[in-house]
């Protein structure tokens, strides 16, 4: 009666095993892949033990049936020392990939990029293109050109597609140094110098998962802040739409579209032509007011080294983003006379996730 009860317990126990990685990619598509030829080799292994175990099983019925009848065959004791040796077997064990992201991670980089020199030139320079995107403690971290984004609804990371709407929300710091230095047009060069700008405020939006694919998402986002360091006094508005999708385990790619809308401070700040700017440059006198102020799109891409994001290490990250200048940003001297209303910003960098 020994015999059937096995049966049961390796049919059991190769409809589990099978059923594990369906389970597994089920869960996450792509750690699945990654495990699927140790999990083929496991269960190589574990069928040849299965057979071990049965061959041993019936060695122990026939023992046990030559013991009653008062004798013992030499095939019995074959198949007790097949049992012995197939006891002695150890399964494989499953492990799972390491994975970077939990409660606390972060990717911090650095890079270059060729940006105007001021917003509405024409010449172009290079500048510090950092990366720092991460999660401490509960609290999201996001790049905001150069400052940074919170955000204190961050969900927990997850292995496998997310299907529930987050959302998010936190303050925001930003540096703003427009013509404050590196202002490479002989004439402009000739205005003033302008102040350092330190803008704060909060952002917050919406994320919707699973939207053209199972592992993509689309975000709406809007950011308003203002200078507290009294340069331009001024206040911003910042809509924004990115999507973003991984290809495998080793490419990221994010795409987005925005918007600037200013108040009248900042417009006058940074593209008024003042009566004394004029007699420097030569510049007709002009007033600027607020309302939209650009129009963007742009692109970045992260490249894991070693094809697996999952795990942290090395990667390359590029972007590539353009902006259209409108209303009086793109009417000033500055631009029209000196400069141009097409802005285009390209950069590459290295990263470190851990």
Partial sequence: ????????????????????????????????????????????????????????SEGEVESEVSQQSGGQSSSGGEQSAEAEEGEKRTWPKFQMPKIVFDDTYATVGIGAAMIPSYTGSDDYIFFPL??????????????????VRLDLLSPA??????????????????????????????????????????????????TLPSVFN???SLTFNTAASFDVLGAHDGFLIEPNIAYARPFGTGVLFQASLGAQIVDDNFADY????????????????????????????????????????????????????????????????????RGDPNQFLVGAGVAYTF
């Fill in 130 to 147: 950092p990366l720092i995107v991460g999660r401490v403690g509960g609290v999201g971290i996001r790049p905001n050109g150069p400052g």
């Fill in 157 to 206: 990371p997850a292995l496998g597609p997310r299907q529930d709407v987050t959302f998010n929300f936190g303050p925001s710091i930003r540096f703003r140094n427009e013509r404050a230095r590196q202002v490479e047009d002989e004439i402009v060069e000739l205005a003033e110098d302008l102040d350092v700008a330190l803008e704060v405020g909060i952002a917050g939006g919406i």
């Fill in 270 to 337: 940074y593209f008024s032509v003042t009566p004394e700017q004029s007699a420097a440059t030569g510049l007709a006198e002009f007033t600027a007011s607020g309302g939209l102020n650009s129009l963007s799109s742009g692109m970045l891409m992260s490249f894991d080294l070693d094809g697996n994001a999952l795990n942290g290490g090395l990667s390359i990250y590029t972007i590539v983003n353009y902006t259209r200048l409108v209303g009086d940003s793109a009417d000033t001297p500055f631009t029209s006379e």
């Fill in 1 to 56: 009666m020994s015999k059937p009860v096995l049966i049961s317990s390796r049919i059991a126990l190769c409809a589990g095993l099978f059923a594990m990685p369906a389970a597994l990619s089920a869960e996450n598509p792509e750690i699945a892949l990654d495990t699927v030829n140790p999990t083929v080799a496991n269960l190589q292994a574990l069928t040849f033990t299965l057979a071990a175990v049965d061959a041993a």
């Fill in 214 to 216: 199972p592992n993509d």
